[in-house]
T-cell receptor
Framework: KNEVEQSPQNLTAQEGEFITINCSYSVGISALHWLQQHPGGGIVSLFMLSSGKKKHGRLIATINIQEKHSSLHITASHPRDSAVYICAVLLTQGGSEKLVFGKGTKLTVNP | GAVVSQHPSRVICKSGTSVKIECRSLDFQATTMFWYRQFPKKSLMLMATSNEGSKATYEQGVEKDKFLINHASLTLSTLTVTSAHPEDSSFYIC????????????FGPGTRLTVL
């Protein structure tokens, strides 16, 4: 079983729809990242969370540490939001740290 | 915001040659940089953690003699793929962690390596 599970794997929406992408993890973490990867491959860090909720423009990320679950929401979705969204958890092991990535959710927003 | 660059963005080379990829933090200092590899439709996989002034820490299964990492300054880390083979063809991404924020990473745009 993967340490980080994302759902759904693929998501198609119409412009304007509210989008939710979920991430569950099975280990204790020190932080969780939401990343966006465009078709060209470049990765942009959207949020880093260790508790609660963060908002940036139309994007909202929440995390529930007790339930080991995080969600990424996109309000009023737009075709330019089409990308792969990746959840990554930061593990601290023996004084070192590493990010463990989910497989990503491919979002397509149609006009 | 913090910017990380990678060079080259795309490289095609012949089997047996070596390829160097640079990762630079442009507007911040990074004691730690990370190198990832991504196969098509797969998750990013951590290859190694690069610390300025010391040897890199490689993940299990990653050959240190194959993937040479040098972190010579607080703004530059390099990954050299030695004696490249077609199976080394992949998307290589680096990230850099700022000095002041231990759990934040900023990602480079990636390097697409194709070995013929």
């Amino acid at each position: 079983k993967n340490e980080v599970e994302q759902s759904p794997q693929n998501l198609t929406a119409q412009e304007g729809e509210f989008i939710t992408i979920n991430c569950s993890y099975s280990v204790g973490i020190s932080a969780l990242h939401w990343l966006q990867q465009h078709p060209g491959g470049g990765i942009v860090s959207l949020f880093m969370l260790s508790s609660g909720k963060k908002k940036h423009g139309r994007l909202i990320a929440t995390i529930n540490i007790q339930e080991k679950h995080s969600s990424l929401h996109i309000t009023a979705s737009h075709p330019r939001d089409s990308a792969v969204y990746i959840c990554a958890v930061l593990l601290t092991q023996g004084g070192s740290e590493k990010l463990v990535f989910g497989k990503g959710t491919k979002l397509t927003v149609n006009p | 915001g913090a910017v990380v660059s990678q060079h080259p963005s795309r490289v095609i080379c012949k089997s047996g040659t070596s390829v160097k990829i640079e990762c630079r933090s442009l507007d911040f200092q990074a004691t730690t940089m990370f190198w990832y590899r991504q196969f098509p439709k797969k998750s990013l996989m951590l290859m190694a953690t690069s610390n300025e002034g010391s040897k890199a820490t490689y993940e299990q299964g990653v050959e240190k003699d194959k993937f040479l990492i040098n972190h010579a300054s607080l703004t530059l880390s390099t990954l050299t793929v030695t004696s490249a083979h077609p199976e080394d063809s992949s998307f290589y991404i680096c990230s850099a962690r700022p000095l002041e924020v231990y759990n934040e990473q900023f990602f480079g745009p990636g390097t697409r390596l194709t070995v013929l």
